[in-house]
């Protein structure tokens, strides 16, 4: 079985200071993670995804994450918050095996960009 | 290129009644999945079609049903509506059936049942 733990439904940083979203998965297979993040009344949009090429991963708007097998993690991370990165972020596991091809997703974290 | 798209965007419906959703994957995708997403319950895997076979279902009632056509279109169908099935639906297609491709998501359909 698979899951995702996403520690913190809200959180809150001033324009221009660092991003932190943190995520644990548990997987008893090697995990593909993802970072999805869902603007209002629209769908879920790729950041960035994992997939054993390279631990720290790097995706749009500024985005990376980096994967850590001994802490089980998959933390989000952004070095300056802009106002439009105000958003509703989810970590997904897949776990490839059989014909268990879904994502997981964590329960979701709201990121509020202050001024 | 054309991105995953779902039709209706909104959608009103009575309890008891039946709803069809229609999901347009991007052009050579053939793996399209079907999420629903409400506040308590958050985003829920329904389940995945790849080349007109269902693959893997979710932990949903019989009343959810969907199939896949030729052309990878994919509709997804809830039977005997009940007020509890109002959510966004998502459909996300993935050029193949394979976990470490990630999926490309619609804007959703957002069906209230009253």
């Known amino acids: 079985a698979q899951s995702v733990t996403q520690l913190g439904s809200h959180v809150s940083v001033s324009e221009g200071a660092l991003v932190l979203l943190r995520c644990n998965y548990s997987?008893?297979?090697?995990?593909?993670l993802f970072w999805y993040v869902q603007y209002p009344n629209q769908g879920l949009q790729l950041l960035l995804k994992?997939?054993?090429?390279?631990?720290l991963v790097k995706g749009i708007n500024g985005f990376e994450a980096e994967f850590k097998k001994s802490e089980t993690s998959f933390h989000l991370t952004k070095p300056s918050a802009h106002m439009s990165d105000a958003a509703e972020y989810f970590c997904?596991?897949?776990?490839?095996?059989?014909?268990?091809?879904?994502?997981?997703f964590g329960s979701g974290t709201q990121l509020t960009v202050l001024p | 290129k054309a991105g995953v798209t779902q039709t209706p965007r909104y959608l009103i419906k009575t309890r008891g009644q039946q709803v069809t959703l229609s999901c347009s994957p991007i052009?050579?995708?053939?793996?399209v999945s079907w999420y629903q997403q409400t506040p308590g319950q958050g985003l829920q895997f329904l389940f995945e079609?790849?080349?007109?076979?269902?693959?893997n279902k979710g932990n949903f009632p019989g009343r959810f049903s969907g199939r896949q056509f030729s052309n990878s279109r994919s509709e997804m169908n809830v039977s005997t509506l009940e007020l509890g099935d109002s959510a966004l639906y998502l459909c996300?297609?993935?050029?193949?059936?394979?976990?470490?491709?990630?999926?490309?998501f619609g804007s959703g359909t957002r069906l209230t049942v009253v």
């Open positions: 996300a297609s993935s050029l193949q059936a394979a976990a470490q491709n990630g999926y490309t």
């Open positions: 997987s008893s297979v090697p995990p593909y």
């Open positions: 994992y997939t054993s090429a390279a631990t």
């Open positions: 997904a596991v897949s776990a490839e095996r059989g014909s268990a091809r879904q994502l997981t």
């Open positions: 052009s050579g995708h053939r793996s």
């Open positions: 079609y790849f080349s007109e076979t269902q693959r």
